[in-house]
């Protein structure tokens, strides 16, 4: 197909739905391309009921049937395929698909609706030649480049996701851990394991190669114009749904394959939080409803279950409710299921000292904020909130003995 000395390049492009984007687009491409290097178009088609196939599929032969006239040297070093799929089956498979039946030494994957510019294609063949063995990533969120286009609400829940993906599965060294747009030799993707539910390819293949440098380039991403988006919702809602099932459940028991357990890292953490501060919740509803009932009510003169002055009361009303918080995080939250007496004991005793580091922190937070004006039930809410994820991340390392990311 190519002499040894021509770098080969193969740009998949999924689509689905994309008629009035894909010819466009090819055309772009083409008119960008450098003659120096074999380079393949593989468009990735899964049935588009809009025609986009068969869109793509008549311009191929048209093109054929003018260069068998003409012999456009462009072609020579050029070719365009497309791979027809049976129906929608989401974006990843169709990628690995697409890399499946293409030949290129190297492989760059991206939209088709133009939130990828076209021109940036060479730029990014032109880096990778230049470090053959790592990862170019065309790169939203390092200086020059941009989001444009997207509601308030997509752009938040972008950069949040991106946050969690680089600290919570340790790629901290790339900034758009997500993107969609990135160039890579064949070895790094072929054989790569991907759960079909998994949507975010490139954040599998970064954690998977921890040791490969990466490169990223800046791009302005700009949302579609043109036709409809197929993923936000359902994305949003498979994340959100599994945040939901952990939280109530846990991991399932049984096989997990490494990839969920990768993607599911971070849910994992953020499911742990929630139940940490459900169990907080619980803890105060408890210490009120048993201060309240043991206290002898002296102003009202109420008498309730006993006799107790409303201070030794509310201590009481205290311990019982970092008993309950206790055991309820270890069994629910930490789902730590062992309770010999040894190791019980001195996990609640690291337990009650890390609920005094967290009372002193919070404690200190509301006096900084009230002393700088800043409105007590502001300060109220923004140091108890601190105080409780510094106490759950002390908890978690230190008296259940987890790793904080994990
Ligand atoms: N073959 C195939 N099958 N293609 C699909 C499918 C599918 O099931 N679902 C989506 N595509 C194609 C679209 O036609 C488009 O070319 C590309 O995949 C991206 O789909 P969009 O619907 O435009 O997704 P998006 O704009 O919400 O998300 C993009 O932005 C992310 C960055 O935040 C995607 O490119 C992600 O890859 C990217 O990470
Ligand atoms: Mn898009």
Redesign the pocket.
Known sequence: MSNSNIVSFSII??????SE?VLRLIREIEKNLPTSDFTEIVI???N?PDG?GKLVENYINQQKSTTEKEGSPKTKNYRIKIVH?IG????I???MDGVKQSSGQNVI?????F??PPDVIPKMMQELKMNPNSIIIGS?YIEGGKVVGWPKKRRLL?TGASILARFGLNVRRVKDP????FALPRELIQNISIDTKG????LEILVKNKEIPTKEIPYT?I??QS??????RN?IMNYAEAIWQLYRHGPKSGQVTINEKVNKRSVLFLSKVGRYYTVGISGLIINYIVSFLLANDVANSIRLLSNVWYLEASIIGAAISSTSNFFLNKYWTFEDKRFDVRSTARQYLSFIGMSAIGLIIQIALLYYMVENLIPYRISLIVAIGIATTINFILNKKFTFKEKVWA
């Open positions: 492009i999924p689509t689905y739905n994309e984007n990735v088609d899964d588009s986009t799929r929608k089956n989401g974006l498979p169709a990628i994957i991206m939209d088709a609706d939130s990828h939203r972008s997500m993107s969609g747009l949507y975010k390819i490139l991403f949302d579609r036709g409809k988006s197929k993923m936000d994305v």
